[in-house]
């Protein structure tokens, strides 16, 4: 299995523009789950989805973020508009059901 | 809420010694998965090892182990025979099962150091 699959693996835009981060779980996994880490902050969940539906949306920093899951096999996080305090690297990962969580290599955002 | 606690920012081991890495964690719940998981350089996130809280016997994986104590809110984990590829930052992490979320609740880390 080639694991979860993240897209871009680095993102440099500047303040204002929309980013979209997205993510391909692992084939069979029902459960995916959005982190963001920072040095301030360390690693947060940002959002959780059970087949497909938004389950847990608290960790959503504000109405510029937004995720959505149309299907089982991928997710987008989207930001608009972007802004610096948003720089962060952005991890997804997937499990089966409350089991072990299998990270994606994360996204390096930058946001100028 | 529940909270993780790591208190060594940073650690040191020589190749080929042993090290233990400390997390305690706060928690009414007694359900719950405990973790380890290793970020090295590459920034990918790989689970180390894992501890069911119903299970008194400490996980252990080749040259990982932990030791749980359950009355106690603690889960160290010991590297034996550290390597240099070893050398990552290390997270804690829980999660509470039967929840309507699965999420991972992080320390926030101890970054090691494996010297030649």
């Known amino acids: 299995d080639a694991g979860v699959i993240q897209s871009p693996r680095h993102e440099v835009t500047e303040m204002g523009q929309e980013v979209t981060l997205r993510c391909k779980p692992i084939?069979?996994?029902?459960?995916l789950f959005w982190y963001r880490q920072t040095m301030m902050r360390g690693l947060e969940l940002l959002i959780y989805f059970n087949n497909n539906v938004p389950i847990d949306d608290s960790g959503m920093p504000e109405d510029r973020f937004s995720a959505k899951m149309p299907n089982a096999s991928f997710s987008t996080l989207k930001i608009q508009p972007s802004e610096p305090r948003d720089s962060a690297v952005y991890f997804c990962?997937?499990?089966?059901?409350?089991?072990?969580?299998?990270f994606g290599p994360g996204t390096r955002l930058t946001v100028l | 809420a529940q909270t993780v606690t790591q208190s060594q920012p940073e650690m040191s081991v020589q190749e080929a010694e042993t090290v233990t890495l400390s997390c305690t964690y706060d928690?009414?719940?007694?359900?719950?998965?405990l973790f380890w998981y290793k970020q090295p350089p590459s920034r990918q996130m790989i689970l180390v090892i894992r501890?069911?809280?119903?299970?008194?016997q400490n996980a252990t994986e080749n040259r990982f182990s932990v030791n749980f104590q359950k009355a106690a809110k603690s889960f160290s984990l010991k590297i034996s025979d550290s390597q240099l590829g070893d050398t990552a930052m290390y997270f804690c992490?829980?999660?509470?099962?039967?929840?309507?979320?699965?999420?991972?609740?992080f320390g926030t880390g101890t970054l090691l150091a494996v010297q030649p």
């Open positions: 084939s069979g996994h029902n459960s």
């Open positions: 501890q069911e809280a119903y299970k008194q």
């Open positions: 992490a829980f999660m509470k099962r039967g929840g309507a979320t699965n999420k991972l609740i």
């Open positions: 928690t009414s719940e007694s359900n719950y998965y």
């Open positions: 990962a997937s499990s089966i059901d409350a089991n072990e969580q299998f």
